[in-house]
């Protein structure tokens, strides 16, 4: 969420001039998702600060948002680093139905807005001095984060404030896992320009390193004036970072060094295992490309008791990617978590951790593979036998057959191993075809067109002014998994295996 000055008034918005816990709400500073920013003022310790605030009120609330915002708090107030945004109160406030926390209020902008600002002016790109200095700073604070079992997950330009001084605070933990002791069922999030490959499939793949590569795409896009991937579509850009190489960041801009594309491109790396260890080490092998000095006054230090500068409220561009895959969950030597989108928020977001309540699928059953955006719902067996799908079902909502889908709809009630991709396509839309589907015309097992987007079962909008979180996944009335929908300009995928497998031919 973008942060200027606010211009909201009290007959606006219900919440300015409230008392929470210690802070009173002076004005709104933002808003995204289903989080509010605002301006407080705890005015016994004449203290600002950006109150987060989610609403308990707000009709698609799930618990799974809740316990996200209550780990923030947790996430944030286990760090204590000068670059991380620190906090100073989290609570809740049943009369106004809402979960609060208080933080840091930085003076600034984010590097977003920054890098917006730089594309109107007539140099273009920040000075590699500057950009150096704020990237060492945001270098620190995620291998202090690291070390102590955090993931980010969601590291973009807009998550980084600076301030006058370029002093660089990284915010917006929302999407933070503790990877010793939490796993998120296959579920994605993050941001599509800056998202992992392996956090893209599935972030119960994430790892640390799923944070440096977002980083070196920030790190690609301060040296070149643009994102290594681009598309119309949340859905084309993830799957681009997932299987297309980044383009040579030279190509772009000629005048970065030979060695500086060589760390860029091992930091891009679609295997995490062959990018740099840490961020620090990848920021201090560029500095050394740019011949500046290596030395950094921020490393991993450890933890301050100092209070950062000054502060800025969190913010957020493009949707976050949140899809979600409710299949069986997955022991975690060091995972996250599948974005969100939307939703993230947006989609990719990407929403939710929602609980897995399904588990009918047979362990060794042909791994079935959703995936789905704003147009296209595609279906696929990546299994070796051919799938029955008469008695599968797709239910939003209440089971009425109003914006479910059934497999008797389907060719012949199955859905073959060879052409393996079944496809619902909303009319006058281009579909989307998933890598695993190309060419079509060899993989598609049928498609049926559908008019009405407030009618499919993949989608959160409906007729009515609520939205639809999950849809259900069935086969003869037993859940297999319960996956996210998403919003317009979202995309999503949910995993599953097949309930039945075809019965050992006798010896």
């Keep these: 969420m973008n942060v200027s000055e606010p211009n909201i008034t009290t007959s606006k918005d219900p919440l300015i001039g409230k008392q929470l816990g210690d802070y009173r709400i002076t004005s709104r500073l933002a808003s995204g998702g289903m989080a509010r920013v605002y301006k407080g003022m705890d005015y016994k310790l004449q203290r600002p600060a950006a109150i987060k605030v989610l609403d308990t009120h707000n009709v698609d609330l799930e618990a799974t948002s809740t316990a996200r915002f209550k780990r923030e708090a947790r996430a944030v107030a286990a760090l204590e680093h000068p670059n991380i945004i620190p906090i100073y109160q989290y609570g809740e406030d049943e009369s106004e139905g809402v979960y609060f926390l208080a933080m840091k209020l930085v003076k600034g902008h984010d590097l977003a807005d920054e890098l917006r600002r730089l594309k109107r002016s007539k140099d273009k790109l920040m000075p590699i001095d500057r950009a150096l200095k704020i990237m060492t700073q945001v270098a620190s604070a995620l291998d202090y984060a690291h070390s102590q079992d955090i993931i980010h997950r969601d590291v973009k330009p807009s998550n980084i404030l600076i301030d006058k001084d370029d002093h660089a605070t990284l915010t917006d933990m929302g999407l ?35 944070d440096i590569y977002s ?29 297309e190489p980044a383009p ?187 890598p695993q589907c190309n060419p079509i015309s060899q993989h598609r097992h049928g498609q049926e067109m559908l008019s009405n987007p407030l009618r499919v079962h993949w989608r959160a909008e409906t007729e009515t002014s609520t939205r639809v979180k999950t849809f259900e996944v069935r086969y003869k009335g037993q859940l297999l998994a319960r996956c996210d929908t998403i919003e317009r300009g979202g995309f999503g995928e949910c995993r599953l295996n097949w309930p039945e497998v075809p019965p050992t031919p006798e010896a």
């Design 176 to 210: 933070v896992l503790r990877v010793s002791a939490e796993t998120t069922m296959g579920t994605a999030f993050g941001t599509p320009r800056y998202i992992a490959p392996e956090q893209a499939t599935s972030s119960d793949k994430a790892v640390p390193q799923s």
């Design 215 to 243: 980083y070196a795409v920030i790190l690609y896009e301060i040296l070149t004036g643009q994102t290594p991937f681009d598309g119309g579509t949340p859905m084309e850009i993830a799957l681009a970072h997932i299987s």
């Design 248 to 434: 040579s960041p030279r190509t772009v801009n000629p005048g970065i060094p030979l060695v500086v594309e060589r760390e860029l491109m091992r930091a891009l790396d679609k295997d995490p295992a062959k990018r740099h260890k840490s961020a620090t080490q990848l920021i201090e092998a560029v500095k050394r490309g740019y011949n500046t000095p290596a030395a950094s006054a921020l490393s991993i230090a450890e933890p301050l008791n100092e209070e950062a500068t000054l502060a800025l409220a969190p913010a957020a561009d493009l949707p976050a990617i949140e899809i979600e895959n409710k299949s069986r969950r997955l022991p975690v030597p060091m995972l996250l978590l599948v974005a969100v989108a939307l939703l993230i928020a947006g989609a990719f977001i990407v929403n939710g951790l929602a609980d897995m309540t399904g588990g009918q699928a047979a362990a060794d059953g042909a791994p079935v593979l959703l995936i789905y955006d704003e147009s296209t719902f595609t279906f696929i067996n990546e299994g070796d036998y051919d799938l029955n799908v008469q008695d599968l079902k797709f239910i939003r909502g209440v089971d009425d057959n109003v914006d479910d889908f059934s497999g008797d709809r389907i060719p012949r009630d199955v859905l073959p191993s060879g052409q393996n991709c079944f496809q619902i396509i909303l009319n006058n839309t281009t579909p989307t075809v998933p």
